[in-house]
Nanobody, 116 residues
Framework: HVQLVESGGGSVQAGGSLRISCAAS??????MAWIRQAPGKEREAVAA???????SYVDSVKGRFTISRDNAKTTLSLQLNSLKPEDTAMYYC?????????????WGQGTQVTVS
């Protein structure tokens, strides 16, 4: 069992930046991701990183968001730049040893990002 705790959310004006982080209670050797959910919308995996450090992004955040993980594989971060109002959502950190966040994953409690 892995516990995940996010931090660093907040409110920012459009065009601004935020950095959110996630501390894991155990080493996650495989996949981790940031998944967001806005009110009335479905959850969306915006950025992911695999065990080899390969990253992937949803098209709407490419070039603006950067996912990273420390060498110990216990801290996941997301740098959010050039923020837009449509980025407003609850951002969840997720981890999965089989890279399936929605059915076989661990999730944090979420951190709110609000862009005005």
């Amino acid at each position: 069992h892995v516990q995940l705790v996010e931090s660093g959310g907040g409110s920012v004006q459009a065009g601004g930046s935020l950095r959110i982080s996630c501390a894991a209670s155990a080493v996650v050797t495989r996949c981790m991701a940031w998944i967001r959910q806005a009110p009335g919308k479905e959850r969306e995996a915006v950025a992911a990183i695999d065990g080899n450090g390969r990253t992937s992004y949803v098209d709407s955040v490419k070039g603006r968001f950067t996912i990273s993980r420390d060498n110990a594989k216990t801290t996941l971060s997301l740098q959010l730049n050039s923020l837009k109002p449509e980025d407003t959502a609850m951002y969840y950190c997720a981890a999965s040893f089989v890279c399936d966040y929605f059915t076989k994953g661990y999730w944090g409690q979420g951190t709110q990002v609000t862009v005005s």
